[in-house]
């Protein structure tokens, strides 16, 4: 998904073959039969069209999976740069039933993606205004009807801190920022294509893991980990810098059609 996300250009349209899909993912480290497994695997989920040409298999993403990526761009490249301010927060509950299991797995994934934290079983919260998405979400799962959905504030005799730490890995957080910068910091503007492309895919796989674990609390209310805002800026400098070098090496396994 993040080869999909980074150089399918136009996602709605173009398709990519197979067999050049699992030469980029033989790069990265992946042997053909495990990447002809995910690929498959994504079909039956529904994120990815096989179409057949003759002796070749092209991929195309379904509507679904272009729905998705741009939620996740919004989140990605959003991350870090909104008002801290103390403002609406977001509480979901949900009872999902065993027999809906997927569409409960779904969810959770979605939730965290989000910024959600769970405080306890079904009950998850967000330090942000998320009911436009939220209510999005429950609508395309189908599970409204298992779901409640409030908007408040903190009370200010609580310990946010405290409570905060209990839905978020806040320490492991701030680990996670320090290692992304010391993993990419050193990494120069200018690479070969090829190098560029393993480089900077390394680079957006790590850094789209973060809009999971950061709910982008208030920094009014919590500081903000030490080196979000050093991997942020890392992110979006190295991301654009090795941008065209990556793509050629991308467009010349699959060129564009």
């Known amino acids: 998904m993040t080869l999909l996300g980074s150089y399918v250009h136009p996602r709605e349209s173009r398709r990519v073959w197979s067999g050049g899909l699992v030469a980029l993912l033989g790069e990265l480290g992946f042997s053909d039969g495990a990447a002809r497994v995910a690929l498959t ?11 057949r040409e003759g002796r070749l298999v092209h991929y195309g993403m379904t509507r679904r999976t272009v729905e998705l990526l741009a939620d996740g761009d919004r989140r990605i490249f959003g991350l870090g740069r909104r008002d801290g301010s103390a403002g609406t927060w977001t509480v979901l509950w ?7 299991r997927l569409a409960r797995e779904r969810l959770v994934r979605r939730l965290r993606f989000l910024g959600f934290g769970p405080v306890q079983d079904g009950t998850w919260l967000a330090p942000h205004d998320r009911e436009a ?20 504030t903190p009370s200010a005799a609580l310990d946010v801190r405290r409570f905060a730490g209990r839905a978020w890995d806040l320490d492991g957080l701030s680990a996670r920022y320090d290692a992304f910068v010391t993993e990419f910091g050193g990494c120069p503007r200018e690479l070969p294509d090829a190098e560029a492309f393993a480089v900077r895919t390394r680079l957006v796989h790590a850094f789209r893991l973060f809009p999971s674990l950061d709910p982008e609390l208030p920094a009014e209310l919590i500081p903000a980990p ?5 991997a942020v800026e890392l992110f979006h400098d190295r991301y654009a810098a090795l941008a065209p070098a990556a793509q050629r090496h991308f ?6 059609k």
Do not use: K
Request: proline fraction near 6%; charged fraction near 30%; glycine fraction near 10%.
């Open 226 to 230: 030490g080196r979000r805002a050093a």
């Open 133 to 152: 998405e939220v209510l999005r979400l429950l609508g395309e799962l189908d599970v409204t009807e298992y779901a409640g959905l409030m908007l408040g």
């Open 94 to 100: 949900q009872n999902i039933p065993e027999t809906r």
């Open 41 to 51: 695997r994504l079909v039956h989920r529904g994120l990815l069209a096989r179409h």
């Open 251 to 256: 467009d010349r396994a699959l060129p564009p």
